[in-house]
């Protein structure tokens, strides 16, 4: 494999082998408590991630929740 790119939030990210959701975000060693990350604009839940295996040109976006009013 010659590698793929990943864009999260904008940036590009070049994987040189097959991973899933939840092992490239504890790569980027992110807490990972309150976020959450969709892919094509669709929610992945968390107990997903690492079963969903990540595509050469998918773009991720990590929302984080904000508390307060």
Do not use: C
């Amino acid at each position: 494999m010659n590698g793929m790119k990943i864009k999260l939030n904008d940036k590009v990210y070049e994987l040189t082998d097959v991973t899933t959701l939840g092992s490239f975000m504890e790569r980027l060693d992110i807490p990972l408590q309150g976020i959450a990350v969709a892919i094509d604009y669709e929610v992945v839940p968390k107990d997903r991630w690492h079963e969903t295996v990540l595509e050469d040109n998918m773009e991720l976006m990590m929302i984080h929740a904000v508390s307060g009013g």
